[in-house]
């Protein structure tokens, strides 16, 4: 076999793909005394134009900027909703057919592979990776917006249905409300974005660890493209990935700002804003430059790590002092509700409620899609030894189930305090300050808020951090040690695209950029999945 890059030697049998490529050979080195630059010299110069001239363009015309985004997210959620939604099922019926199939019996790395990481460790990485700031934010306010919406009933105008409620809704049903709005929130949060996630790590895996190519989305789809993926069209691949990773993350990055400006508003009077919102970005962006040059053991691991420290500190406090039995109950009645209605929710075609399918579950979808790259490469990266089965199961059931907790504790818990305590502060205030007025009416609320707004901007770092780690792998052509100047350019860059799109529009054009670049991904990965199940099934078996 010809020099390939190969990052770890498989243990045991595996059906290397045998490729005159190597690693770096297209990419342009330069060095500038002691820092340098290793990049892929169409990857990176097509892909960090096209962000440099964005960011330019919509500083520049700012007031046109809004209407447009506005426009082109309408556009895209009302006409491609069917295939979003058609999208995603077909991810979970993949991931489901290979972990019940013989091609389940694969291991990553090859046949005698050991884990890299225990179960505890593993599956904390997993959850950290691939929701973050998204559950801060909408947490409470998801549930709770479902609920209202489910709670007043369908509205027609001219024929059509005007309420954002999800299927039939529930009018005036209190308990039928909140199963229904449960149902929908976890239906966004559950398996079906994590079976996005999981395709596209098990490919990266596959093809890295199995088969020994570059750890970079082009890799995937040597199955169907052969020596190809070295040329245009690996190139238009790996130059979607990074747009569809920036601007994925850049609307997370949007997300936490606001959350964090309205949790520092409430605590403390900092005015709410754009001003504040554009200080907070480029202060934790800055906090996530010191990550970059710490490197990804000093930085993102520790960050992680206190992450879910914290996380798991807020969650058993909401359920130690809030409505205790209730969230408990709630919780398996919450799984109940997400199966039954599960069916209805991921209907693609004759949908009667327009708002919720195409504003709700097709712009998750795109986002969730955006963010696939980066969170699939982190999740390849530490699933070395599992099988196929193994992996799917555990990336798939045991986030979902942690997404469930999450969910009911903080979003049930703020129905309860509606329902049961007629406390109506959290429904009517803005999104980002919901989880605050939450906690608000719990003990200690200053404290948990403050923890809240830690937890937001740590979840922010680690998002920049990783997500410019990712970036840079994909633009230096799968080299994982380029110079970390490179990651301090897109780590940067993701900051001055959220403080663009927060000036263009702010939370519509965030949206707008998700959807717009999470379409033509999910063209990729509707074919990557061919190309997945096609390399597996070369593979030899335990």
Not at 197 to 205: D, E, N, P, Q, S
Not at 239 to 245: K, N, R
Not at 280 to 301: E, H, N, P, Q, R
Not at 424 to 453: C, K, Y
Request: hydrophobic share 55%.
């Amino acid at each position: 076999m010809s020099e390939t890059y190969n990052p770890m030697k498989p243990d045991g049998r595996v059906n290397p793909i045998d490729t005159d490529y190597k690693v770096g050979q297209d990419n342009i080195v330069v060095k500038l005394g002691p820092l340098g630059l290793d990049i892929h010299n169409r990857v990176f110069a097509i892909s960090g134009l096209a962000v440099i001239a964005f960011v330019l363009l919509t500083l520049t015309f700012q007031t046109a900027a809004e209407p447009m985004f506005s426009a082109l997210r309408g556009w895209l959620t009302s006409n491609l909703d069917w295939f979003f939604i058609g999208a995603g099922n077909i991810f979970v019926l993949v991931c489901l057919g290979l972990a019940l199939s013989p091609l389940g019996k694969v291991r990553l790395g090859g046949t005698e592979a050991k884990p890299d990481y225990s179960y505890l460790g593993w599956f904390s990485m997993l959850f950290a990776a691939g929701m973050g700031i998204g559950l801060m934010f909408y947490g409470v306010s998801e549930p709770l917006s479902h609920f209202g919406s489910s709670m007043g009933g369908t509205a027609l105008e001219n024929g059509a249905r005007t309420d954002w409620a999800p299927l039939a809704a529930a009018a005036g049903d209190a308990d039928a409300s909140r199963r229904l709005a449960m149902a929908a929130t976890i239906y966004h949060w559950g398996l079906h974005p994590w079976a996005i996630y999981a395709i596209l790590a098990l490919g990266l895996a596959l093809f890295s660890f199995n088969k020994g190519l570059p750890l970079t989305i082009r890799s995937v789809f040597y199955p169907l493209l052969g020596e190809r993926i070295w040329g245009w069209p690996g190139h238009v691949i790996d130059v979607l990935a990074v747009l569809a990773t920036m601007f994925g993350l850049a609307t997370s990055l949007g997300l936490g700002a606001s959350q964090a400006a309205a949790g520092l508003n409430h605590l403390f009077g900092v005015p709410l804003g754009e001003t504040t919102q554009i200080v907070l970005v480029i202060g934790i962006t800055a906090i996530a430059l010191i990550s970059v040059l710490a490197g990804l053991d000093a930085g993102v691991k520790r960050l992680s790590e206190i992450n879910m420290v914290l996380a798991i500190l807020l969650l058993v406090f909401v359920i130690a002092v809030g409505p205790t039995i209730a969230i408990l109950t709630g919780f398996f009645d919450n799984l109940g509700a997400y199966l039954q209605y599960l069916p209805a929710l991921a209907n693609p075609v004759n949908r009667d409620d327009a708002n919720f399918s195409q504003g709700w579950t097709a712009f998750y979808w795109a986002w969730w899609i955006s963010w696939s790259p980066f969170v699939g490469m982190f999740i390849a990266r530490v699933s070395r030894g599992r099988t196929v089965r193994e992996f799917i199961i555990s990336v798939l059931i045991v986030p979902s189930l942690a997404c469930v907790l999450w969910m009911t504790v903080f979003g049930g818990t703020a129905i309860l305090q509606l329902v049961n305590d007629g406390y109506q502060a959290v429904a009517g205030a803005d999104l980002p300050l919901q989880l605050f007025l939450m906690l608000e009416v719990l003990p200690l609320a200053q404290i948990t808020s403050f923890l809240a707004i830690v937890l937001v901007v740590v979840f922010f770092v680690t998002s920049s951090d990783s997500g410019s780690l990712v970036i840079d792998v994909i633009s230096a052509g799968g080299k994982v040690d380029a110079p970390t100047p490179q990651r301090v350019f897109w780590c940067v860059f993701e900051g001055l695209v959220a403080i663009a799109l927060i000036l263009g529009g702010g939370l519509v054009a965030l949206q707008a950029m998700a959807v717009s670049t999470g379409f033509p991904f999910a063209v990729v990965l509707l074919v990557a999945t061919v190309a997945v199940v096609k390399g597996l099934a070369s593979e030899p078996r335990a």
